[in-house]
């Protein structure tokens, strides 16, 4: 294949990826807005925060915003790569405007969820944190959002769940705690 039968290949795929994209905010427009899941998603996206906002330890917001920044970069990554390569999907959407991705997951609940267990025990070790958060998150949360068929995972193993989890937590964790924070002068 020569360069520009690639270039042409690469259009004719955006192309594809367009209508699918259009096909997907049709179904939100026509089949999910403002159903009990679709509320519920909202719910998912807002409230977590509305929570944090009232239970964060102030004088730890800075560190805790950038470790949740980080998880949310981190899990965008790992859910968009596994996503194309079909590994799991997300049947429910909530946007029309970006319907391939599950807001309330990336943008809300698991960053909120690991900025919360980072502040609770805060000297514990960060391991069997990470791993409890994990198990929870893999074990309880993944499940759930199955049986509401916000999730599809195709086969995949929560214990892959857990691992992915654990690692975002644990990479969270060394954020909040690096001592290179200082005020700008």
Do not use: C
């Amino acid at each position: 294949m020569t360069f520009n039968e690639g270039i042409n290949q690469s259009e004719k795929g955006l192309q594809e990826i367009i209508e699918g994209s259009n096909l997907l905010s049709e179904t939100v427009v026509n089949a999910f807005l403002f159903t009990w899941q679709w509320w519920l998603g909202i719910g998912f996206f807002i409230l977590p925060w509305v929570l944090w906002v009232i239970i964060r330890k102030k004088e730890s917001t800075g560190r805790l915003l950038i470790a949740g920044f980080v998880t949310i970069i981190l899990s965008l990554m790992i859910d968009l790569t596994a996503s194309s390569l079909g590994l799991w999907s997300y049947p429910m959407k909530f946007s029309p405007v970006a319907p391939q991705l599950l807001l309330p997951y990336h943008f809300s609940l698991v960053p909120v969820a690991i900025m919360v267990v980072l502040q609770i025990k805060p000297k514990a070790n960060p391991v069997l944190k990470g791993a409890i958060f994990a198990a929870l998150a893999a074990f309880g949360g993944m499940n759930f959002v199955k049986m509401i068929h916000f999730y599809n995972p195709k086969g995949w193993s929560s214990i892959y769940d857990f691992f992915i989890f654990l690692s975002i937590f644990l990479v969270a964790y060394w954020i909040s705690n690096l001592d290179s924070f200082k005020k700008l002068t």
